[in-house]
């Protein structure tokens, strides 16, 4: 092969995020098989030891002062810098948070090769044309409606740059094609997913019946608001359902409020920040993992809900649909209703036949899902002559890297039946029960 892949990415070694987990499997895949790879990181995030098949190229220690997220912007300055650096000059360079490009795309290395970026979320893009929004779903909402609406200018002006976009879900894919004006058709799907489940774990002891587990670090964009109003109406069908909230926000003491107002601040536990390995056994540990997110990109937490065996519930926003598919891996409701949050949780507990299938189907969804697939995928993209081509060729060729279809879960069919309902989302709670202090609050974080 006479290709040269550039890897650009700011976590490699570190998992912090989706992005980190992302990043490091794509890593992991390109150095099993041997691939031709160059990964440009921070110097903290190189890891030749593990990763002895890859070249590196140093981008310095990351710095302290830059506001952006895994500092992009830094980031992206010091590619260019470094590039001339680079023994064998690459024939394909992978953004993997597509924003560090801002700087590449413009500038003279950018010439003769074929650049692709990843697409992680459409926040940016959708901030309003006014800060009010953010207002009682922030805790600086003036500075992050600012941040976003410089951050929506980067994006335009850089997306519009590169030979090909992988975004991690259709909805992502189609927002950001109709806000800056992609082609569709310079736009694919990667299928971003989750490793195999940690060894060894030791579940902790979670109180509740049920107990309830939220994992996420930004608590109104998750919704979690909404999901300590659902508590609320549970406290006469589920007076023992207990919430768990792994994350860390500034916005926890707002919550904590709200929990106190509403009577249920002894059954919602704050973990904080918690480490992988101590997710991982918090997961093994609850009865049900219910986000009920205003806007979500994708959430690949649902998927490592999946991975541990747990049913879900989720609000049908945004790419969540495409993972979290109601009555057949989890439980979807409307976004912002507390009252179909109620109802999904209730009927969901008193239903162990309903848990069985939804566990089922999150196993099956993610077993097509599968790491292998998602770097396959990801190597289509860079041009099929870097696949070597096998028994799976048809699959690969006929691939979900098109934004406009998706091939269903292949058994989940067989699993449930036709008897399921149809209805998309779940609102199973009378009118009179709704918190009317929720009308207001439909708004994006």
Same mark, same amino acid.
Request: negative net charge; aromatic residues 8%.
């Given at each position: 092969m006479d290709h040269q892949l550039l890897l650009v990415t700011a976590q490699a070694r570190s998992v912090r995020s989706g992005v980190g987990t992302y990043a490091r499997m794509l890593i992991e895949g390109y150095a099993e098989r041997g691939l031709p790879v160059t990964v440009a990181t921070w110097t903290q995030e190189m890891d030749p030891e593990a990763l002895p098949g890859i070249d590196w190229l140093d981008l310095g220690s990351r710095p302290r002062t830059d506001p952006t997220q895994d500092s992009f912007w830094t980031l992206g300055k010091r590619i260019v810098k470094a590039f001339g650096r680079i023994e064998t000059r690459p024939t394909h360079v992978h953004f993997?948070?597509?924003?560090?490009?801002?700087?590449?795309?413009?500038?003279?290395?950018?010439?003769g090769l074929r650049v692709l970026g990843t697409l992680h979320d459409d926040y940016a893009a959708r901030c309003p044309s006014h800060p009010f929004a953010y207002f009682g779903q922030a805790m600086d909402?003036?500075?992050?409606?600012?941040?976003?609406?410089?951050?929506?200018?980067?994006?335009? /002006?850089?997306? *519009?740059?590169?030979? =090909?976009? $992988?975004?991690?879900? +259709? !909805?992502?894919?189609?927002?950001?094609?109709? &806000?800056?004006?992609?082609?569709?058709?310079?736009?694919?799907?990667?299928p971003l997913t989750v490793g195999t489940t940690p060894q060894g774990l030791r579940p902790r002891d979670l109180d509740g019946s049920p107990a309830l587990l939220f994992s996420g670090g930004n608590f109104y964009r998750k919704g979690l608001d909404i999901l300590v109003r659902a508590m609320a109406l549970l406290d006469d069908s589920l007076p023992d359902v207990e919430?768990?909230?792994?994350?860390?926000?500034k916005a926890q003491g707002r919550i904590r409020a709200l929990a106190m107002q509403l009577?249920?601040?002894?059954?919602?536990?704050?973990?904080?920040?918690?480490?992988?390995?101590?997710?991982?056994?918090?997961?093994?540990?609850?009865?049900?993992?219910?986000?009920?997110? /205003?806007?979500? *990109?994708?959430?690949? =937490?649902? $998927?490592?809900?999946? +991975? !541990?065996?747990?049913?879900?519930?989720?609000? &049908?926003?945004?790419?969540?649909?495409?993972i979290v598919k109601d009555h057949k891996t989890g439980l979807l409701v409307p976004p912002c209703d507390e009252q179909a949050l109620a109802g999904a949780i209730h009927s969901l507990w008193g239903d162990a036949d309903l848990q069985r299938r939804l566990?089922?189907?999150?196993?099956?969804?993610?077993?097509?899902?599968?790491?292998?697939?998602?770097?396959?995928?990801?190597?289509?993209?860079?041009?099929?002559?870097?696949?070597?081509?096998?028994?799976?060729?048809?699959?690969?060729?006929?691939?979900?890297?098109?934004?406009?279809?998706?091939?269903?879960?292949?058994?989940?069919?067989?699993l449930f039946g036709t008897d399921q309902p149809e209805s998309p989302v779940i609102n199973s709670m009378p009118m009179s029960n709704r918190d009317p202090m929720a009308s207001g609050e439909n708004i994006r974080s």
């Open positions: 993997l948070d597509a924003r560090a490009a801002h700087a590449f795309v413009r500038s003279p290395h950018r010439r909402p003036i500075r992050r409606w600012a941040f976003y609406r410089w951050l929506a200018r980067v994006e335009k /002006r850089c997306f *519009a740059r590169f030979d =090909v976009l $992988l975004a991690n879900s +259709r !909805a992502t894919a189609r927002s950001l094609s109709k &806000a800056y004006g992609i082609p569709e058709s310079r736009m694919a799907i990667s919430l768990h909230v792994a994350g860390q926000d009577g249920v601040d002894e059954r919602v536990h704050f973990h904080g920040r918690v480490e992988p390995s101590r997710m991982a056994a918090l997961f093994a540990s609850a009865d049900m993992f219910v986000m009920p997110s /205003r806007t979500e *990109a994708l959430g690949l =937490v649902y $998927l490592e809900a999946f +991975r !541990a065996g747990l049913p879900v519930v989720a609000a &049908a926003e945004g790419g969540v649909v495409e566990i089922q189907g999150g196993h099956a969804l993610l077993t097509q899902r599968s790491p292998d697939y998602l770097v396959e995928q990801t190597l289509l993209a860079y041009g099929e002559d870097w696949i070597t081509l096998d028994d799976n060729a048809d699959q690969l060729e006929t691939s979900s890297l098109s934004i406009d279809s998706e091939p269903e879960l292949s058994e989940v069919p067989s």
